[in-house]
C-alpha cells in the first residue's frame, strides 16, 4: 500500500512554470512505477509522464515534450513533475499514480493507487 498527497498546483500565467510534487507514504516507494497524469474538464485522464523505479527511463507525451520533466528521489519518497513552458491548454487536474513494477507504466488503467490531484491552471 502507498498513499500519496500531490502539491505545488496554482494559477500561473501562459509561459511561466510550476513543478508539482507527489510525496508517497508506505513502504517500498523505491519499486513503484509513478506517473503523472492530467484531466480536464470533459477529457479523459492521460499520462503526460511516467518514470520507472530506478529514474532511469522516462516517458512524455508528444503534447509536453521538451516542456516537462519528470524527477524522483527516493531518499525523500518524492517524485516531481517540473513544468515550464505553460500554455492555457496545460490547464487541468493533474494527479500522481503509483503502480508497484520495475518497468515504466503508462496506461491509467495499470495504475493501482492515485493522489487527489492538485489544479493546475494557465491563463492567458
Known amino acids: 500500500q502507498v498513499q500519496l498527497v500531490e502539491s505545488g498546483g496554482g494559477l500561473v500565467q501562459a509561459g511561466g512554470s510550476l513543478r508539482l510534487s507527489c510525496a508517497a507514504s508506505?513502504?517500498?516507494?523505491?519499486?513503484?512505477?509513478m506517473g503523472w497524469f492530467r484531466q480536464a474538464p470533459g477529457k479523459e485522464r492521460e499520462c503526460v509522464a511516467a518514470?520507472?523505479?530506478?529514474?532511469?527511463?522516462?516517458y512524455y507525451a508528444d503534447s509536453v515534450k521538451g516542456r516537462f520533466t519528470i524527477s524522483r528521489d527516493n531518499a525523500k519518497n518524492t517524485v516531481y513533475l517540473q513544468m515550464n513552458s505553460l500554455k492555457p491548454e496545460d490547464t487541468a487536474v493533474y494527479y500522481c499514480?503509483?503502480?508497484?513494477?520495475?518497468?515504466?507504466?503508462?496506461?491509467?488503467?495499470?495504475?493501482?493507487?492515485w493522489g487527489q490531484g492538485t489544479q493546475v491552471t494557465v491563463s492567458s
Open positions: 508506505g513502504r517500498s516507494f523505491s519499486t513503484y512505477a
Open positions: 499514480a503509483a503502480e508497484p513494477s520495475r518497468n515504466i507504466v503508462v496506461p491509467r488503467t495499470e495504475y493501482d493507487y
Open positions: 518514470i520507472n523505479w530506478t529514474g532511469g527511463r522516462t
